[in-house]
DNA sequence: GCATAATATTGATACAGATCATTTCTTCTA
DNA sequence: TAGAAGAAATGATCTGTATCAATATTATGC
């Protein structure tokens, strides 16, 4: 019975602590489990959902990571968030019952996908579930709210060392003094995320290693001042 | 019985369509008019809650705007929000139990106050009240989205003309073509929403103005060419 | 209705960052 | 391992916006 042995991950996941199983009673899992599809592979530049189609799913990310972007009338698009490892995607779309983005994976990642309307039945039935999609939700507000606190950054460096402040603390919950970041996005993602423009990025980089505060091989980020970083991103934002 | 026909306002108030009450069943409504202190006052400057506090209390604005603020180390603040009649404010802080912004009345203004622990028994006991929950808390990320988005725009003129467009459209959700749009906030708040100078709002309010989309008198704006509004908006964002 | 303060606009200048061009580094494939 | 394609860093120039200063307009209290 390969189906069941699939379906039935949930129990034996490494994120189900912080996961939506968290928010049901462990004697009814299996019923949460029904409506999964684990561990489905993406490849880098995969889709997850495009925007403007019928919103129907959540996803949970496992491994890897995701962005989600949003296009204009022009093409022009603006990457609106990063997620990683636990974080959930497809949340501002429930309402409306059609995606306000894309999602795009940007390195080789494994998702969940729970569909939202048997999701919503089970959140009618299990009151703790209800519980945990308040929890979710203001905390998905809470880090939007970071992310345009950090927008109105003024000074490209400031930006940049805000973000990486930001980013670091995501994926090292546990560890906030963890200080190597590995940063899954290119150049490109990074600018349309931060509003300014790829040179500038760079040129922002070189500016926080020059200052003594990070190193930087490739991708891989090692912050060497945390309170000097965090000095860099305080200044000039309104 | 004073204090019964305050707290039975519920049920004859304009708003009660799109607010919570709706979430529940017309014949417990009751239950819910219990837990709510119903238009408090608030005069411009008046705080509802300030920052890094107990979170305790959601908010729902009747008449008047609200601002919500961030302030980091150095004092700086950064306007994150603005709340105008039947937004919620406090979502955001639902699950940290500290609030993460101060919220301000920007002008006179009537308030209704929820406590979020006994919202949240209602919540595990009204289903409908658990998805009408996560349908405000969808709607207010695609909110926080939006604005991310605006602040993504490089302009300042373009960047102002597509706030001013996200804002007709919370303000005039039911006429969309209602070109009149009143601003309820000083220029120094816009700026400081917008990461510009305040002289650059004024600038930009200028160059709208003279593109002939807008005109203006006071604080009382008026759409006249919508699609040139949309077009200036569009340009030059990542 | 006037005086005062607060808010908003306009002007002049300097600087940060966008843009285009070029070089260096990295990654991928044969 | 070499070569090609892509990504990232660096350089030079020019534009847009911050900043400081001054003026104009709107609110507020007496």
Do not use: W
């Amino acid at each position: 019975m390969p189906d069941k042995k699939i379906t039935a991950d949930c129990s034996s996941c490494t994120l189900a602590k912080r996961c939506l199983p968290s928010g049901i009673p462990v004697t009814d899992l299996y019923r949460f489990t029904n409506i999964v599809s684990t561990n489905q592979t993406f490849s880098t530049g995969d889709v997850l959902f495009k925007q403007g189609v019928k919103a129907a799913n959540l996803y949970v990310v496992k491994t890897g990571a995701f962005k989600t972007q949003i296009i204009n009338q022009f093409g022009d698009a603006h990457v609106s968030g990063f997620y990683l490892s636990g974080d959930i995607i497809g949340l501002e779309s429930m309402a409306g019952g059609v995606t306000l983005n894309s999602s795009i994976a940007i390195e080789p990642s494994l998702a969940c996908k729970i569909s939202y309307r048997p999701l919503a039945l089970l959140r009618r039935e299990f009151p703790s579930l209800s519980d945990l999609a308040v929890k979710i939700y203001s905390q998905a507000l809470a880090t939007t709210q970071d992310t345009q606190n950090c927008l109105s950054i003024h000074s490209a460096p400031s930006r940049l060392a805000q973000f990486l402040i930001l980013f670091s603390q995501r994926t090292n919950q546990l560890s906030y003094q963890q200080s190597d970041l590995h940063l899954n996005m290119s150049r490109q993602d990074m600018a349309s995320h931060l509003g300014i423009a790829v040179e500038t990025v760079s040129r922002s980089f070189t500016k926080l290693i020059d200052s003594g505060c990070i190193t930087k091989t490739g991708r891989l980020i090692q912050i060497i001042d945390r309170t000097g970083l965090e000095k860099i991103a305080q200044c000039s934002s309104y």
